[in-house]
């Protein structure tokens, strides 16, 4: 079976832990774990290949993938430290807003470090070098380099993964526009395998499914890496605190007071590097008016961890390049991503992506098995 062709915007530290994951897992026997679909729809991890590559940094850009994913400032954990040579050089992307001026502040070490080099035709790129697909991983922040990326992807055919908090799959309007094209999209946000997200999810619609009355919750998220550098920046953090808002708020019927629920990143702690540590409390009342409460200490790394979801998106999103279906994929968004164009349970997504998975010809936008998709894209029954 042909390999997936992917293109990369932003060569930070979960693209590293991407580019080192797919090469460890081509080099195990076939049973190794952290996987949620060793196969997927026939597509095995080793099936992807990166073809394009962007970045910014002057540490990174016109250096070879395998050798720019292990640059400063980026700290994830060496997964796989031989690579095989991809034959792909990083290539200088347009800055927009990137960089946060208050990086500058900070060590070199740690912060961006911009190049000063012309940017490249990204769309151009995409087109030579026959990419499927675009994996975005601006930093939060960065609409609107974020919606150039999208714009190079729709000019150069090509499907998008939004794996960051800057909407676009979850806005109408970019939506429409790559379901017009019949370009399959993924995102927004990546929700990482097992963190602080799906953990938080889980734990509050357990305790609203045993008729808890939830009261008040908060999560506060402290690491070390680039990510959460950038977001010391309040003004920032608007689409991503939404985003990790509503991921939770979506799993009660009836949503909290604003008040009473407080989700987002708390600090910069340098010698943490890419460790995120997560602390949720949630507090509830049960049977006879009784309070309890219920406290969270969840320590993961925090790029393999979303690898490990991307890994699936980048494979449901060339199942739906194969069949021709354009625009959100509406359960793959809802499983693998904190903020889908429509919420659901995670037992609801997984269960219509397992159907995407399984469909010889299936619905993006209502996530069900058609006979066939017309011609604009958009699905017929
Ligand atoms: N780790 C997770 O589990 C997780 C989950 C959800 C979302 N995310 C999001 O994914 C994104 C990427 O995360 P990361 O840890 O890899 O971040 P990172 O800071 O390590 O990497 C960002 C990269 O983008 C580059 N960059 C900045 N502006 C650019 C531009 N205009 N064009 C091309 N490259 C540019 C930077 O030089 C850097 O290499 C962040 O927005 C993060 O919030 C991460």
């Known amino acids: 079976m042909s390999r997936i062709r992917i293109a990369v915007a932003g060569i930070g530290n979960c693209a590293s832990s991407l580019v080192q994951g797919i090469a460890w897992y081509a080099s195990q026997n076939g049973d190794a774990p952290g996987l949620m679909h060793p196969d997927l729809g026939d597509y095995r991890i080793e099936d992807i290949a990166v073809v394009a590559a962007f970045d910014i940094d002057r540490r990174k850009v016109g250096r070879p993938l395998e050798e720019a994913i292990f640059a400063a400032p980026n700290n994830t954990k060496t997964i796989c430290r031989d690579l095989p040579r991809s034959g792909v050089t990083v290539q200088m992307g347009n800055i927009f807003d990137g960089v946060a001026d208050h990086m500058h502040e900070f060590p070199a070490a ?32 960065a609409q609107r380099a974020t919606e150039h990326y999208a714009r190079a992807c729709l000019d150069a055919g090509v499907a998008f993964i939004n794996c960051v908090p800057c909407f676009i799959v979850s806005d109408e309007n970019w939506a429409a526009e790559f379901r017009r094209r019949r370009l399959p999209c ?23 499914e045993r008729g808890m009355k939830v009261d008040s919750t908060y999560q506060l998220n402290v690491g070390g890496n ?44 340098p010698f943490l590097k890419d460790n995120k540590i997560g602390f949720i409390r949630l507090e509830a009342i049960g049977f006879g008016g009784v309070p309890m409460n219920m406290e969270l200490r969840l320590s993961v790394e925090d790029s393999p961890n979303s690898a490990g979801v991307v890994v699936d998106a980048v494979r449901c999103c060339k199942l739906a390049l194969d069949r021709r279906i354009g625009g959100p994929i509406i359960p793959v968004c809802a499983y693998t991503m904190k903020h ?21 010809s299936f619905s993006a936008a209502v996530g069900s098995p058609v006979a066939s998709a017309s011609a604009d894209g958009s699905a017929a029954f």
């Open 110 to 141: 740690e912060r961006f470090d911009p190049a000063d080099l012309a940017p490249v035709d990204v769309s151009k790129v995409l087109h030579e070098t026959r990419a499927d697909m675009l994996l975005n991983y601006m930093p939060v922040g």
């Open 186 to 208: 993924v995102g927004d946000d990546v929700k990482a395998q097992v963190g602080a997200t799906i953990t938080h999810r889980t734990l509050i619609r357990m305790l609203a």
């Open 226 to 269: 680039t990510d959460f550098l950038n977001m010391l920046n309040r003004d920032r953090l608007a689409s991503k605190k939404i985003s990790k808002t509503e991921a939770v708020q979506s799993q009660l019927e009836q949503p909290l007071d604003e008040r009473q629920i407080h989700i987002g990143p708390s600090d910069y702690v």
């Open 340 to 360: 889908p164009p429509v919420q659901m349970t995670d037992q609801e997504a997984r269960a219509g992506m397992e159907q995407f998975i399984a469909a010889a």
